[in-house]
């Protein structure tokens, strides 16, 4: 989308991919087509890829690109991120993370120590595993 090609996808929102809340469909992408339906998905793409479409195509490809330019370029995640940053300072959340820093060691700890101990993992991964869990996190095995 950010070279200004229109972006073709299904219509199903999943939790991972939040596609509603990136696109307005038929707006700054393509309209969607049915989820798993790959014949559909070829009759929209042949269908916006001919002449007649070709104008309109053009257009949902530029907002697209627009869109993309205004929520993913550098500068727009790089005031994403100073925005996160801001609020976690005002929250202290750094203060937080600190204090709970020595009973994150100790879960760290386990699992690398689980890791070291579990007759699933390769040999090697294991005593490196149960080296981290002494060396880096305080573990002392029982």
Known sequence: MALGCGCLADNVP???NQADSLFSFGENSLPAYPRNDVAKAVDYAVHWLSAEKEQALYEIAMRGREL???RHS???RSRCLAELFERLAAQKVFEKRMQELPERRKQIARAFAFLGNNSDVAAELGSAYADIAKRYC????S
């Open 68 to 70: 993309v330019m205004e």
């Open 74 to 76: 550098v500068q727009a």
């Open 138 to 141: 305080n573990f002392v095995f």
């Open 14 to 16: 999943t939790e991972k």
